[in-house]
């Protein structure tokens, strides 16, 4: 079951990738709190939806509203704070801090699950986040006040996944994944009305612009309402390090997606922290104990 779990979550790294194109030309015409407001206010309505056609209103406790909202959150912290702090910084730099949650989600859960990662999640991990650098940050200079915020986004990305393992056990994966969305929707729109120029983003010709609503109803149906459900009910057979390291994949497979979609070229270092980013990912899947093991028997005999 733990194959297939990954696999989804493989799927979902995909997703994610495919659609940082679509995203990244779609927020050119409405700001990133408004337009991911929208998406997932799209997304919770398409769950609701499905949840009310199954008949699985019961699944919408009070425990799983309680933690739909913390997972919504932990959410909305990560996607606000990149967003602000890409005001102040590259986003080659963004990217890079954004994927620390490689690091931070085996050091977090030892912290507070007291869950010790394996040999070779810790090593993927720190093989990852190389990767995640090379690919991203290259020769990126000092510390400023948007990593900071960045760093904060990071944070709520590996608490996100963190809680989803510890939550995901005892609530409905459908239900947890449509309260947390809705939470988000919520929060993102009220950033969006507050903190940017809805009126002069929400004008006619943005409206019936095509190539927003296609980004829409393909980032909410897939990369929202589909993704984050199977990355809810894939993380009940699997471990949050590996979780971690899957996803890391997501810049990968958006390299790969501009390479083809749009001729962005990759430099050597970038090409380098694709290599490293999948060998990690390799490394968390080899049973480094177990073959250290073995080692130790065979010098034995």
């Known amino acids: 079951m733990r194959w297939a779990a990954e696999l989804s979550l493989l799927f979902v790294a995909l997703i994610w990738g495919v659609t940082f194109v679509i995203v990244q030309q779609a927020i050119d015409l409405l700001p ?16 609701f939806l499905i949840i009310f056609l199954r008949k699985k209103m019961a699944g919408l406790t009070i425990k799983t509203w309680k933690y739909g909202i913390i997972l919504g959150i932990c959410l909305a912290i990560g996607y606000a704070f990149q967003t602000i702090g890409l005001l102040y910084t590259t986003v080659s730099k963004a990217g890079f801090i954004t994927g620390l949650s490689v690091v ?56 996100h996944i963190i809680f989803t393992d510890i939550y995901t056990q005892l609530s409905s994966a459908l239900s947890l994944t449509a309260v947390q969305i809705t939470t988000v929707a919520v929060l993102c729109l009220l950033g969006g009305f507050i903190l940017e120029d809805w009126q002069s983003a929400l004008t006619a010709a943005n409206l019936l612009n095509s190539s927003v609503w296609s980004a829409l109803l393909i980032t909410a149906f897939l990369a929202t309402a589909l993704a984050f459900f199977v990355q809810t009910a894939a993380q009940k057979h699997t471990t949050p390090t590996r979780v971690v390291l899957l996803l890391a994949m997501e810049p990968v497979f958006g390299a790969l997606t501009a390479f083809f979609w749009i001729d962005e070229r990759l430099t050597a270092a970038g090409l380098t922290g694709c290599a490293f980013i999948f060998i990690g990912m390799l490394l968390a899947e080899i049973p480094v104990q177990k073959l250290l093991s073995l080692r130790s028997a065979a010098n034995k005999s």
């Open 104 to 159: 931070l989600v085996p050091l977090l859960s030892l912290i507070l699950l007291k869950k010790k990662p394996a040999p070779g999640a810790a090593i993927g991990s720190v093989t990852a986040a190389g990767g995640l650098y090379l690919l991203t940050a290259g020769g990126a200079d000092g510390w400023n006040i948007g990593d900071f915020f960045v760093l904060i986004c990071a944070f709520g990305f590996a608490f």
């Open 32 to 47: 990133p709190l408004l337009f991911n407001g929208i998406r997932f206010l799209c997304a919770a309505l398409l769950l």
